[in-house]
């Protein structure tokens, strides 16, 4: 279904945008639907300048705008609310400035991670991040949703990662925040505020980021346990040594089997690092566990299942201690499920998930003083389930009202105070 009835004003915008957009910039519009939307009209610019003037002509007639890249996240937040025009940001895909020996690098937001990683590989430097579901992830879309993988709390987040962006507001105006050099101070913070905002107070066009060194040698080795809290204590064991870990993570039976490994609780350890490094972690490894080398394929499998949009994906926050009675919960509820020890999370994945069944993980993680995130789930159960808990709806409010009035980038993804 298209975003709601013809009214005059929406087809006078639709005709503004024709006219002020290069014709060869307008896709088909049937191609861009999300759940049950399809928008009026699609635009995939490739200069920043034609988004800027997008935005402007749909906010002057109250068009909402949906910006969108890979599409790999397209079920995060609440249901969209409306849907006139589709913005198609892999134009611009650039590779602006790369300073090698600063370890810095400039790319607009609509390259795939994947390719920025193949460049930076050349120079034996990469972004450490590992979002779900790929690296088919665009960096406005690493960004927009900050969604982090097994690598979280042992690697900087993306958030961290960020030097300065530059964004499109609502207004057409090009914004930037912060610089393209690590001391550089120059400007507000706000590329930390756009950052998981799921695009509502702006469309990022390019990002500076902090890259590192490739690892000269990674290793997988998992352990198996008797129970998930036994595979839990091992977990915390392998966190305190100091090691060098890139991924620590406990898997219930099910997703254990799932990559290949015997169905019991298991810990399974990536290890990131000089050679030297990596053989000293594995030696100390062995002092509290009897690990064998794991399956490295493990790891792409659970980020993909961790990205999946067709089915229900839950993010269940916890201390390090509750992991185990979370990990049981969230098995008991149905789910496959694995923990990622040093982010403080569980990580649910079930093909279908009744809505009180959620609510009642939700509960069970506020108990243990975590909290709960629905990632995917169908529509109905996200407008049955508020996507990000409670949150603070009059903050949200206050912030659109600063950076986006008239609510035109995708509307609904927020819940508000004092708005339906």
Avoid at 169 to 196: C, E, F, I, W
Avoid at 227 to 248: K, N, P
Wanted: negative net charge; hydrophobic residues 45%.
């Amino acid at each position: 279904m298209t975003a709601g009835p013809d009214r005059p004003d929406a087809t006078a915008g639709l005709a503004a945008l024709r006219r002020t957009l290069p014709a060869d910039t307008e896709r088909a519009a049937h191609a861009y639907a999300i759940e049950d939307l399809e928008p009026r009209i699609a635009f995939a610019p490739d200069d920043r300048a034609e988004v800027a003037v997008l935005l402007r002509t749909a906010a002057e007639h109250a068009l909402t705008v949906v910006p969108q890249a890979s599409r790999t996240a397209l079920a995060l937040g609440a249901p969209l609310e409306a849907y006139d025009v589709a913005l198609d940001l892999r134009g611009l895909h650039r590779t602006m400035e790369y300073v090698p020996d600063d370890l810095t690098v400039t790319v607009e937001a609509g390259k795939p991670l994947r390719d920025l990683q193949q460049e930076l590989a050349e120079h034996g430097q990469y972004l450490s991040v590992d979002p779900p579901p790929d690296d088919q992830v665009s960096v406005g879309g690493l960004l927009a949703t900050a969604r982090g993988g097994a690598w979280r709390g042992h690697l900087p987040s993306a958030r961290d990662l960020v030097l300065g962006i530059e964004v499109a507001q609502p207004s057409g105006a090009l914004v930037k925040s912060g610089g393209r050099v690590v001391k550089n101070v120059t400007g507000y913070d706000l590329h930390r505020l756009h950052t998981g905002a799921l695009g509502a107070f702006g469309v990022i066009l390019d990002a500076t980021f902090k890259v590192a060194p490739l690892p000269v040698a990674t290793r997988t080795l998992a352990a198996a346990a008797t129970s998930i809290s036994e595979a839990a204590s091992v977990a915390r064991r392998a966190w305190d040594a100091s090691l060098s870990t890139r991924a620590i993570t406990i898997l219930a039976p099910e997703p254990a089997g799932h990559v290949g490994l015997p169905s019991a609780p298991t810990v399974l350890v990536e290890l990131a690092g000089s050679e030297a490094a990596v053989d000293r972690s594995t030696r100390d490894l062995a002092a509290f566990a009897s690990w064998s080398d794991g399956p490295a394929q493990g790891w792409a499998y659970l980020r993909r299942l961790h990205g999946d949009q067709a089915g229900t994906v839950l993010r269940i926050g916890a201390p390090p201690s509750s992991i185990a009675t979370m990990l049981e919960a969230a098995r008991a509820a149905g789910a496959l499920a694995w923990g990622h020890l040093a982010a403080g999370c569980v990580i649910a994945y079930a093909d279908g998930m009744e809505a009180h069944a959620i609510t009642a993980l939700r509960q069970a993680a506020e108990r243990a003083r975590g909290y709960l995130q629905v990632e995917a789930a169908p529509v109905p159960i996200r407008r049955q389930v508020a996507p990000g808990g409670p949150g603070d709806p009059a903050l949200v409010a206050a912030l659109r009202d600063q950076f986006d009035p008239s609510r035109i980038l995708n509307r609904g993804r927020w819940p508000e105070e004092g708005r339906p």
